[in-house]
């Protein structure tokens, strides 16, 4: 599945169990978020585990991080996945934002580059 607008882009790569995010992701509200964390659902139900490449996403706004941070919970707490996020050291949102979300799941694996 692929979402693709002016500003963002958001593709699954089954083969490589990954999700890729690029652009400028800042959609008003969860109702918006929700094409995107049914992107990530129907991910998790295809595989034991999941990478979600954040690196060439630069700007996600807080209810893109709320809806990230409830996917995370979702991981949790199915308990059977193992998930890698990756993102970059130079995207000042990534450094702090994606810490948090491995507080939420103490398992998920970070990835700076």
Known sequence: ME???D???IWHDPESATIFFRGFLRLDGMEQYQPVMEVLLQAIDQSSSLTLNLRELE???SSGISM???FV???RERGNLRMILQGSDKVLWQTKSLKNLQRLMPSLTLEFG
């Open 59 to 61: 700007f996600l706004n």
């Open 68 to 70: 990230l941070s409830m």
């Open 73 to 75: 919970v979702k991981v």
């Open 7 to 9: 500003d963002y882009s």
């Open 3 to 5: 979402i693709k607008t």
